[in-house]
């Protein structure tokens, strides 16, 4: 049991998961952040020229 208890293979493993887990939300929230300024600011404009109106 204490053989058990010191073993320590997986953990590096574990560690690398985690932070691969971390990058992955930190690039998924900025690409959702970016891809609402896309389509708020960039084909509002588009739009609102193709429609006739004025862009801000």
Same mark, same amino acid.
């Given at each position: 049991?204490?053989? !058990?208890?010191?073993?320590? #293979? *997986? /953990?590096?493993? &574990?560690?690398? $998961?985690? %932070? &691969? $887990?971390?990058? @992955? &939300? /930190?690039?998924? /929230? #900025?690409?959702? @952040? %970016? $891809?609402? #300024? %896309?389509?708020?600011? %960039? !084909? +509002? &404009?588009? @739009?609102? /020229?193709? @429609? *006739? +109106?004025?862009?801000?």
């Amino acid at each position: 049991m204490q053989r !058990f208890s010191r073993d320590e #293979t *997986g /953990a590096t493993t &574990v560690e690398y $998961g985690m %932070i &691969v $887990g971390m990058i @992955s &939300v /930190a690039i998924i /929230a #900025t690409m959702t @952040s %970016i $891809g609402v #300024t %896309i389509r708020d600011d %960039i !084909f +509002g &404009v588009i @739009s609102t /020229a193709m @429609s *006739g +109106g004025e862009a801000d």
